[in-house]
């Protein structure tokens, strides 16, 4: 399990993460999202080492990780990593010997990985040829050499067309079923919810929400549309009800809990013609927006 207990980097006067604390459990797919500028990069930086917190901590399994265990660490840095002149597969080859692997198993496995994501036939193409969502299913490869413990991915899918974004989620499911936590930062919203066991909303370099999408929706404020034949400008007296929007024949409204909710219901049913009543459940990209306003 990662750990990170309150990371914060100042750059100047300039407070980039301030005090975040989440974790990454065993065998966990955990999304980081967050505006521009909001700090996810700064803290895969502190986690992978390559940044210095001004203070807190990154533990792993329990106790402040070491910089041997970092070496375990697969990284896709947001500046990427693999050199562009440099022939795909050679590169490959050699990262994977520097994560420890022989340069006989460093090569087969980079070119199964290849041929696996539809480049076994550049592998000899230096990076630069390759499209740049090619470029980007090399880069990820390449994090995952070497039987990584941890991978931290700095906006792993932007740039892959659909099935890439599949291929690539089944690559890192196969690392989260064998134990192995995976933070991942995007600005793809539905991609998260679809991909993550949770998610973490950095704004402003704090932690503004976390959880599971569920539990998120789940705290999200109770709301429900009601659509009826007629006007439904009665809801506005009715008692517990916050009316969120009102046009004509429907209403967007805020009940204080579910007995309100019904006794709404029952109220709209009396008066009679209800087209429509039902719970909204709002998107991950509304919660967002809410969270990060
Ligand atoms: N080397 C640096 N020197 C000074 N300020 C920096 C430096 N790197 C980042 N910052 C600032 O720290 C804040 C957080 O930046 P960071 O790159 O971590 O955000 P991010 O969430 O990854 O953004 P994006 O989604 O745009 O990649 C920003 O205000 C940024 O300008």
């Excluded at 750990?3 to 006067?13: I, P």
């Excluded at 106790?63 to 022939?87: D, I």
């Excluded at 990985?113 to 490869?141: C, H, W, Y």
């Excluded at 690392?175 to 998610?199: E, I, N, W, Y």
């Amino acid at each position: 399990m990662l750990e990170l207990s309150g990371l914060t980097r100042r750059y100047g006067d300039h407070l980039a993460v301030d005090d975040v604390s989440f974790t990454v459990p065993t065998g966990a797919m955990v999304g980081f999202v967050g505006g521009n500028g909001a700090g996810k990069t700064t803290t895969m930086r502190m986690v992978m080492g390559v940044l210095a917190p001004t203070a807190g901590e990154v533990r792993w399994q329990g106790r402040p990780v070491t910089a041997a265990e970092r070496r375990r660490f697969g990284y896709m840095p947001e500046e990427r990593g693999l050199y562009p002149k440099q022939p795909v597969l050679a590169q490959l080859t050699y990262l994977g010997q520097l994560h420890g692997m022989s340069a006989l198993d460093a090569r087969a496995r980079s070119t199964e990985l290849l041929e696996r994501f539809g480049l076994g036939g550049r592998v000899k193409d230096k990076l630069e040829t390759l499209s740049l969502g090619n470029q980007q299913r090399a880069q990820i490869i390449a994090s995952v050499l070497g039987d990584p413990a941890l991978l931290i991915l700095d906006e792993p899918f932007s740039g892959l067309d659909p099935s890439a974004v599949d291929q690539m989620s089944a690559l890192l499911r196969e690392h989260t079923a064998r134990g192995v936590p995976v933070l991942f930062s995007s600005h793809q919203l539905d991609l998260v919810d679809r991909l993550c066991d949770a998610l973490v909303v950095l704004h402003q370099g704090r932690v503004v929400a976390s959880g599971t999408s569920e539990q998120l929706r789940a705290s999200a404020p109770l709301r429900y549309r009601l659509t009826t034949t007629g006007d439904t400008g009665w809801v506005r007296g009715v008692p517990g009800i916050e009316v969120v929007d009102l046009d004509g024949p429907t209403a967007l409204v805020q009940p204080a809990d579910e007995q309100v909710a019904e006794r709404l219901l029952v109220d709209a049913v009396a008066r009679g013609g209800v087209r429509e009543f039902s719970r909204i459940v709002p998107s991950l990209s509304e919660i967002y927006r809410e969270v990060a306003a």
